[in-house]
């Protein structure tokens, strides 16, 4: 069984930074890709993020320059630092870690941009 668990949401002011962190456990052999994605209630979720187990990257267009994505492939875990955050990023932010053609979800952390 794979539990996959977000940490690292909470409240700030425009400007300012969070990091947030996803941890999977259980059967997971080796991690293919992993990636980030949000969602505001009454909207479809969103890409913002997806490295693989090589390093490549990519981005949401609002997000470049602004969020990093980054892996421990060893340790099963997959970070997101956000700067210069902007009321537009509040949302419940979704990590995603997949193996072969299996994807799995973690129940998400709230970020909250304040103005």
């Known amino acids: 069984q794979v539990q996959v668990v977000e940490s690292g949401g909470g409240l700030v002011q425009a400007g300012g930074s969070l990091r947030l962190s996803c941890a999977a456990s259980g059967s997971i052999f080796r991690i293919d890709a992993m990636a980030w994605s949000r969602q505001t209630p009454g909207k479809q979720r969103e890409l913002v993020a997806t490295i693989t187990r090589d390093g490549r990257t990519r981005y949401f267009d609002s997000v470049k320059g602004r969020f990093t994505i980054s892996r421990d492939s060893e340790k099963n875990m997959v970070y997101l630092q956000m700067k210069s955050l902007r009321p537009e990023d509040t949302a419940v932010y979704y990590c995603?870690?997949?193996?072969?053609?299996?994807?799995?979800w973690g129940q998400g952390t709230q970020v909250t941009v304040s103005s």
């Open positions: 995603k870690q997949t193996q072969g053609f299996r994807d799995y």
